[in-house]
C-alpha cells in the first residue's frame, strides 16, 4: 500500500483565506479514480495555518481554549469535506479520518496514532483520507499535527511500500532552481532547505525531507503533473531513502 499527501498548498490557494485551487484538486482527483490501498494525508493550505498562527499553537506551543481548538478544527473538516467531495465525484471510496478525535500527543511530544480502524478501511477497500489537525497533548491542551506527521506515522504503522508527498514544486530544490533528483542523507542538501514561502505553522522542505528519511518505505516529493508517474511506479520528482 501506499501513503500519499496531498500537499495544503496545492490543493488550495495559500493566499487567499478558505479558497480550493478547484481546477488542482479536481485533477489530483482524477489521477487517484479507481486507485485503491492508498491512505491519503491533506495538508492545511489557507484553511488551518491562519488560525493555528492566530491562537499561537504550533506542534510545540500548545493551548486550552476550546474556541481555539474548535476554529482550527473546523477550518480543517470544511477543508477535508471539500476533498472527500472531490474523490467521490471520481467514483474513489474516500472515507474521513479526523486526527482530534483519534489521536492525541503524549507529554514528550511523541504522537500516538490508533491504526485499527484505518486496517479495517483499506481491508474493506476504502481509501481513508485523514489531515494536518489540532490534537490533544498531554500537559499542553492542544497542539498542532502536521500531515507530514501523519505521512510518517502512517507509513510506519501500516507498512508502507511507497510514501508520496505531492506540493506545489515539482521536487526538493537546489540552490539553481534544479530537481534534486535523489537525497540520501540531510547533510548533503540541509544548505538548500527553508521554511515555507506562506503561513505555515509546521515547517516547509525542511521538515519533510527530515522526516521521510527516516522511514523505511522509499519515498518521492513531487509536484502535482507528476502525480500520475508515481502512481504509477515510475519516478517522479525527488527520491528520498
Ligand atoms: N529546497 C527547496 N525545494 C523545494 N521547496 C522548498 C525548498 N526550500 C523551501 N521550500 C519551500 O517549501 C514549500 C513546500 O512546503 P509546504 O509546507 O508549503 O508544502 P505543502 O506540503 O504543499 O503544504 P502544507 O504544509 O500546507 O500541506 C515550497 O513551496 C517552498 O516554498
Ligand atoms: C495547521 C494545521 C491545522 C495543520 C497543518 O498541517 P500541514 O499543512 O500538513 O502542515
Known amino acids: 500500500m501506499i501513503v500519499l499527501k496531498l500537499g495544503g ?8 483565506e478558505e479558497t480550493i485551487d478547484e ?12 486507485q485503491e490501498d492508498v491512505a491519503l494525508v491533506h495538508g492545511a493550505g489557507s484553511f488551518g495555518h491562519r488560525y493555528a498562527a492566530k491562537h499561537g499553537v504550533s506542534i510545540t506551543e500548545g493551548t486550552h481554549d476550546g474556541a481555539a481548538v474548535r476554529e482550527i478544527h473546523g477550518s ?16 474513489v471510496s474516500a472515507v474521513p479520518v479526523d486526527p482530534l478525535s ?7 511530544g511523541e504522537l500516538s496514532l490508533p491504526l485499527d480502524g484505518i ?24 497542539t498542532i499535527v502536521s500531515g507530514d506527521e501523519l505521512v510518517v506515522a502512517l507509513a510506519e504503522g ?32 540541509a544548505e538548500y532547505l527553508g521554511e515555507s514561502d506562506s503561513t505555515d505553522v509546521t515547517g516547509g522542505m525542511a521538515a519533510k525531507v527530515r522526516a ?19 502512481l504509477a511506479g515510475e519516478g517522479a520528482g525527488t527520491r528520498i531513502d
Open 102 to 108: 483519534l489521536a492525541y500527543r503524549t507529554r514528550e
Open 158 to 189: 501500516l507498512d508502507a511500500d511507497g510514501v508520496g508527498l505531492c506540493s506545489t514544486v515539482p521536487g526538493v530544490l537546489d540552490d539553481a532552481g534544479a530537481v534534486i533528483p535523489r537525497i540520501g542523507s540531510y547533510d548533503e542538501v
Open 76 to 91: 480543517m473538516e470544511r477543508l477535508n469535506e471539500r476533498v472527500l467531495s472531490a474523490l467521490g465525484a471520481e467514483g
Open 23 to 34: 481546477d488542482r484538486l479536481a485533477a489530483l482527483a482524477g489521477a487517484l479514480a479507481g
Open 9 to 16: 498548498s496545492v490543493i488550495t490557494e495559500k493566499d487567499r
Open 212 to 230: 521521510l528519511l527516516e522511514l523505511e518505505a522509499p519515498a518521492s516529493v513531487f509536484g502535482p503533473d507528476a502525480i500520475g508517474r508515481f
Open 119 to 142: 486496517e479495517t478501511m483499506l481491508a474493506e477497500g476504502f481509501v481513508p483520507v485523514t489531515y494536518g489537525d489540532v490534537i490533544t497533548q498531554q500537559e499542553k491542551g492542544a
